[in-house]
């Protein structure tokens, strides 16, 4: 069984910083892609970032410039530097990742429980 555990979210104000982390755990052979989504309530959820096992990364038009999202291999971790926050980045934001589990036969994606980011003055 493999988890991902989000720490992070909280409440800051417009124009601050925050910092997403997300640990994988469990019988892990290899991760593939790791992201960060995000849902907003009311809205569909979206990606954000993602980064590749080899780093490069992909980003939300929304967020370019503001959002740095980087991964440490040997701790199965990926990050998410957000700076710069606006209202509209409130949501709940989710950790996915691509993984071989050990003995299984296949990549499978999984999804972390989500971490509440609220930006208000």
């Known amino acids: 069984q493999v988890q991902l555990v989000e720490s992070g979210g909280g409440l800051v104000q417009p124009g601050g910083s925050l910092r997403l982390s997300c640990a994988a755990s469990?019988?892990?052979?290899?991760?593939?892609?790791m992201g960060w989504y995000r849902q907003a309530p009311g809205k569909e959820r979206e990606l954000v970032a993602s980064?590749?096992?080899?780093?490069?990364?992909n980003y939300a038009d929304s967020v370019k410039g503001r959002f740095t999202i980087s991964r440490d291999n040997a701790k199965n971790t990926v990050y998410l530097q957000m700076n710069s926050l606006k209202p509209e980045d409130t949501a709940v934001y989710y950790c996915n990742a691509n993984v071989y589990a050990v003995g299984s036969d296949r990549f499978v994606e999984v999804w972390g429980q989500g971490t509440l980011v609220t930006v208000s003055a």
């Open positions: 469990g019988s892990i052979f290899t991760i593939n892609g």
């Open positions: 980064i590749t096992v080899g780093g490069r990364t």
